[in-house]
T-cell receptor, first 113, second 118 residues
Framework: KQEVTQIPAALSVPEGENLVLNCSFT??????LQWFRQDPGKGLTSLLL?????REQTSGRLNASLDKSSGRSTLYIAASQPGDSATYLC????????????FGQGTELSVKP | GAVVSQHPSRVICKSGTSVKIECRSL??????MFWYRQFPKKSLMLMAT?????????EQGVEKDKFLINHASLTLSTLTVTSAHPEDSSFYIC??????????????FGEGSWLTVV
C-alpha cells in the first residue's frame, strides 16, 4: 500500500530565505508526483507535476525534483516571500492511475516578513 | 479562473438533517470525479470515486449509505451527507478528471466546502 510522508509538518522562515520541503513515498512505481498549494480554508492549487521519466520541474521560484529509486521528492522555494505562506501537499496517483491521488500530510509554511 | 466549482463553500446544518454539496466541471465533461475529506491540520483522504451514469466506488471504511454520491450528468457530481452528526463536520473537496488525447489526464480541484454540523 502506497504511503506518502512529508517532513517537516511545519516550517517557519524569515522572508528571503531559500527552503526545501520533503516528500517521500513507499512504492517507487509511480507514474508522476504532484505538488499542490493549499491556502487556509481553500481548495488546492497545482504547482508542479513531475512525470516518472523526469527528474525535475521548474516554475518561477519553485523547483521540484524526483528520485523514484529512493522514493523521494523535494520542493525548493527560492527567495521566499510572505505570500508563499500556505500548506504544501505532495501527492502520487493511485496504482491504477485513474485520477485518484494519495496525499502526504502536508507542510505548513510560514514566511515571516 | 476555476474550472471546477463547488457549492456551497460553507454550510451549517443541524444534527440529523441532510446536506448536499455540488461539484461542477465548468468547461469540460468529467466522467469521473473524486470526493475527498480533510480534517483540520490533516491531509486529504479519498472518500469515493464518482462515475457518471453508474454507482460510485467507495474507499474502505467510508459508509456509502451515509455519504450518497450521484453523478447524473457529465458536469455534475453531488455528495449528500445524510443524517449528519457533529463528527461529520469537515472540509470536503472534489476533483474532476479532464481527459485529453493531447495531454492525457489532468486533475482539477474544487475550492472545497466547509461543513459544520451543530
Amino acid at each position: 500500500k502506497q504511503e506518502v510522508t512529508q517532513i517537516p509538518a511545519a516550517l517557519s522562515v524569515p522572508e528571503g530565505e531559500n527552503l526545501v520541503l520533503n516528500c517521500s513515498f513507499t512504492d517507487s512505481a509511480i507514474y508522476n508526483l504532484q505538488w499542490f498549494r493549499q491556502d487556509p480554508g481553500k481548495g488546492l492549487t497545482s504547482l508542479l507535476l513531475i512525470q516518472s521519466s523526469q527528474r525535475e520541474q521548474t516554475s518561477g521560484r519553485l523547483n521540484a525534483s524526483l528520485d523514484k529509486s529512493s522514493g523521494r521528492s523535494t520542493l525548493y522555494i527560492a527567495a521566499s516571500q510572505p505570500g508563499d505562506s500556505a500548506t504544501y501537499l505532495c501527492a502520487v496517483p493511485h496504482y491504477n492511475q485513474g485520477g485518484k491521488l494519495i496525499f502526504g500530510q502536508g507542510t505548513e509554511l510560514s514566511v515571516k516578513p | 479562473g476555476a474550472v471546477v466549482s463547488q457549492h456551497p463553500s460553507r454550510v451549517i446544518c443541524k444534527s440529523g438533517t441532510s446536506v448536499k454539496i455540488e461539484c461542477r466541471s465548468l468547461d469540460f465533461q468529467a466522467t469521473t470525479m473524486f470526493w475527498y475529506r480533510q480534517f483540520p491540520k490533516k491531509s486529504l483522504m479519498l472518500m469515493a470515486t464518482s462515475n457518471e451514469g453508474s454507482k460510485a466506488t467507495y474507499e474502505q471504511g467510508v459508509e456509502k449509505d451515509k455519504f450518497l454520491i450521484n453523478h447524473a450528468s457529465l458536469t455534475l457530481s453531488t455528495l449528500t451527507v445524510t443524517s449528519a452528526h457533529p463528527e461529520d463536520s469537515s472540509f470536503y473537496i472534489c476533483s474532476a478528471r479532464r481527459q485529453s488525447a493531447a495531454s492525457g489526464n489532468t486533475i482539477y480541484f474544487g475550492e472545497g466546502s466547509w461543513l459544520t454540523v451543530v
